[in-house]
């Protein structure tokens, strides 16, 4: 069905510009109960806290990483000791 297929390639570019589920800025305050499908930092943070379902080693994450990087998987909480963070949600 060629409607199916244009309709994914819709949802998938709306996901893609962050307009699917929205979008959370965020700073130093803890994201928790969230529904994440990626994070890009904006400038060089810290992550302090990090929980991604169904992954192990989550812990090897609290980290610095620099500005610039994406973050994919199914991240529901996340806490910055500094930095600026753009979230995706699903």
Same mark, same amino acid.
């Given at each position: 069905?060629?409607?199916?297929?244009?309709?994914? /390639?819709?949802?998938?570019?709306?996901?893609?510009?962050?307009?699917? &589920?929205? !979008? $959370?800025?965020?700073? @130093?305050?803890?994201? @928790?109960?969230? $529904?994440?499908?990626?994070?890009?930092?904006?400038?060089? +943070? !810290?992550?302090? /806290? =990090? @929980?991604?379902? $169904?992954?192990?080693? +989550? +812990?090897?994450?609290?980290?610095?990483? $620099?500005?610039?990087? /994406?973050?994919? &998987?199914?991240? /529901?909480? =996340? @806490?910055?000791?500094? &930095?600026?963070?753009?979230?995706?949600?699903?």
């Amino acid at each position: 069905n060629k409607k199916m297929g244009i309709k994914n /390639t819709q949802a998938l570019l709306n996901e893609q510009l962050g307009q699917l &589920g929205g !979008v $959370d800025i965020f700073t @130093t305050a803890a994201q @928790t109960s969230k $529904d994440y499908y990626a994070i890009y930092f904006v400038k060089e +943070s !810290v992550i302090s /806290t =990090i @929980t991604i379902t $169904d992954s192990t080693g +989550s +812990s090897n994450l609290h980290t610095t990483v $620099d500005a610039g990087m /994406t973050l994919f &998987g199914k991240i /529901t909480a =996340i @806490t910055l000791t500094s &930095g600026l963070a753009i979230a995706y949600k699903n």
